[in-house]
């Protein structure tokens, strides 16, 4: 990961992870799966939300988690092994400047990442020279400019744009998702595949409201309040209206609505 994470480090952003991934995991991954005997790149696994899923989904492969940070390493390798799950290995690198041979894995994966990076395009032009003939490279990235929710709110959407705003200030993009084909083209991708992935949440399906809106999207949100203070991008009952207002949308009334989006590139 990014040392920009603007989110932090903290316990409570590794539990948020968590619960993201957990809700999340079907309508993201129930087309992730590696065969047997496959060599499978996690490039910045942070502290394992999703390498989770992605090593029990596949339990067959290998699969290989590099990150920068030697704490989030640490966190990964304790959940995963009482998870159970021992087709891992874990190696601190960073994406810039990976120890690994051309060709030297059969697929990549890359989650919740390039949002994070100023240069994702020279990120994905290195993953992709890491994919032998054949394999294949998956990408996942939300939109915070997909956001859609009831009632309306401009407080809502101020507190919002504050997060864009920091990610943006370091050097992030947390609208990436829509660009996903784009950066894929233009790091040399010919054959991307790119899907939305669509989170539609209201009192009908009260895990998604748990999991998504209140532990997941306000959750994150929430998190940055105080780096946002220092900014100046916000004043605290300013900031305090947004986060009432996004959490009336977890009422029975509510709805909430946000898209991520997946590409899968086979590498020729």
Same mark, same amino acid.
């Given at each position: 990961m $990014? &040392?920009?994470?603007?989110?932090? %480090?903290? &316990?409570?952003?590794q539990e948020r992870l968590h619960d993201q991934a957990r809700t999340l995991s079907e309508l993201l991954h129930h087309d992730t799966? %590696?065969?047997?005997? $496959?060599?499978?790149?996690?490039?910045?696994?942070? =502290?394992?939300?999703?390498?989770?899923?992605?090593?029990?989904? $596949?339990?067959?492969?290998h699969v290989t988690c590099i990150d920068i940070s030697a704490e989030s390493l640490a966190h990964a390798r304790e959940r995963t092994a009482a998870a159970g799950l021992r087709n891992l290995s874990f190696q601190q690198a960073d994406l810039r400047a990976l120890p690994f041979d051309a060709a030297s894995f059969d697929h990549v994966f890359v989650c919740f990442v390039l949002e994070h990076l100023p240069d994702p395009v020279d990120v994905l032009r290195t993953l992709l020279r890491l994919v032998r003939p054949g394999g294949t490279l998956t990408v996942?990235?939300?939109d915070h400019g997909s956001v859609m929710f009831h009632p309306e709110s401009a407080a /809502?959407?101020?507190?919002?744009?504050?997060?864009?705003?920091?990610?943006?200030r370091a050097g992030g993009d947390a609208c990436i998702g829509r660009r996903l084909q784009p950066?894929?083209? /233009? @790091?040399?991708?010919?054959?991307?595949?790119?899907?939305?992935?669509?989170? %539609?949440?209201? @009192?009908?399906?009260?895990?998604?409201?748990?999991?998504? =809106?209140?532990? =997941?999207? +306000? @959750?994150?949100i929430e998190g940055v309040k105080d780096e /946002?203070?220092?900014?100046?991008? $916000? +004043?605290?009952?300013?900031f305090d209206d947004g986060l009432r207002a996004l959490q009336r949308t977890a009422e029975p009334d509510g709805v909430f609505c946000y898209t991520f989006f997946k590409a899968v590139v086979q590498v020729a």
């Open positions: $990014s &040392h920009a994470y603007v989110h932090g %480090y903290g &316990h409570r952003e799966r %590696y065969p047997t005997g $496959s060599r499978v790149l996690e490039a910045g696994c942070g =502290t394992g939300a999703q390498t989770l899923t992605i090593a029990a989904q $596949s339990p067959g492969a996942i990235e939300g /809502a959407r101020h507190t919002i744009d504050c997060q864009v705003q920091l990610q943006a950066l894929l083209r /233009a @790091a040399g991708a010919a054959q991307a595949v790119v899907s939305p992935r669509f989170v %539609y949440a209201d @009192a009908s399906r009260p895990a998604w409201v748990d999991g998504f =809106t209140r532990k =997941t999207f +306000t @959750a994150m /946002a203070l220092a900014a100046g991008l $916000s +004043t605290p009952a300013a």
